[in-house]
C-alpha cells in the first residue's frame, strides 16, 4: 500500500524567506504521479503543484517548485518569496496509475509572519 | 459550472441518525472521490468512482456508509446510524480521465454528531 509522510506538523518563517516542506512516500509502482495541494483556513483545497514520476526535470510553477528524488521517493517543495497569503495547510499527495486513489499526507501548517 | 458543489455545506444530527450529503462534479468530470478529513489532519480516501462505476473503497468505509453516482454525474454519500466518531469533513473532488490532471475540491460538507 503507498503511504506518503510529511514529517513537518508545524512551520512558521518570515514573509519574502524562502521555505521547504518535505514529504516522502513509498510504492512499488514505477509511475505514478505527485501533487501538493494548499487547503487556507476555512477554504477548499487548491493545486499547488504536479510531478509526473516518469519527468526528470522538477516541477515549477512561479514561486513554487519541487525537489523530485525518486530514488530516495522524497518530493519537497520550495516556497520562494513567501507571502501572507501562503499562510495555510499544505498536503502532499500521491496518485498511482490507474488514478483510482490519491493519497495524502498529514500536512504542514505553514505560517508566514509579517 | 464554476466547480465541485457539496450540500449541505454544514450538518448536525443526533447519534443514530441517518445523513446524506450530495456533490455535483465539474460537469465533464468523469472520476469522482470522496474523502473524510477530521481537524488537523490529512483527508483519508473514502472512494472513487470513474462514471457510474464504484471502482474503489476504502476499509475505512464501513458497512454503515454508502456511495452512489447513477447516472454518472452526481454523487451522494449516506451514513447510517451516525456515530460521534463520524463527525469530520467530507470533501468531493473530481477530475478528468487523463491522470495527470488535477482534482479539484470542494468546500465540503462538515458533519457534527452530537
Known amino acids: 500500500a503507498q503511504t506518503v509522510t510529511q514529517s513537518q506538523p508545524e512551520m512558521s518563517v518570515q514573509e519574502a524567506e524562502t521555505v521547504t516542506l518535505s514529504c516522502t512516500y513509498d510504492t512499488s509502482e514505477s509511475n505514478y504521479y505527485l501533487f501538493w495541494y494548499k487547503q487556507p483556513p476555512s477554504r477548499q483545497m487548491i493545486l499547488v503543484i504536479r510531478?509526473?514520476?516518469?519527468?526528470?526535470q522538477n516541477a515549477t510553477e512561479n514561486r513554487f517548485s519541487v525537489n523530485f528524488q525518486k530514488a530516495a521517493k522524497s518530493f519537497s517543495l520550495k516556497i520562494s518569496d513567501s507571502q501572507l497569503g501562503d499562510t495555510a495547510m499544505y498536503f502532499c499527495?500521491?496518485?498511482?496509475?490507474?488514478?483510482?486513489?490519491?493519497?495524502f499526507g498529514k500536512g504542514t501548517r505553514l505560517h508566514i509572519l509579517p | 459550472d464554476t466547480g465541485v458543489s457539496q450540500d449541505p455545506r454544514h450538518k448536525i444530527t443526533k447519534r443514530g441518525q441517518n445523513v446524506t450529503f450530495r456533490c455535483d462534479p465539474i460537469?465533464?468530470?468523469?472520476?469522482l472521490y470522496w474523502y473524510r478529513q477530521t481537524l488537523g489532519q490529512g483527508p483519508e480516501f473514502l472512494t472513487y468512482f470513474q462514471n457510474e462505476a464504484q471502482l474503489e473503497k476504502s476499509r475505512l468505509l464501513s458497512d454503515r456508509f454508502s456511495a452512489e453516482r447513477p447516472k454518472g454525474s452526481f454523487s451522494t454519500l449516506e451514513i447510517q446510524r451516525t456515530e460521534q466518531g463520524d463527525s469530520a469533513m467530507y470533501l468531493c473532488a473530481s477530475s478528468l480521465t487523463e491522470v495527470n490532471t488535477e482534482a479539484f475540491f470542494g468546500q465540503g460538507t462538515r458533519l457534527t454528531v452530537v
Open positions: 460537469s465533464e468530470h468523469n472520476r
Open positions: 499527495a500521491f496518485m498511482n496509475p490507474r488514478g483510482d486513489k490519491i493519497i
Open positions: 510531478q509526473e514520476a516518469y519527468k526528470q
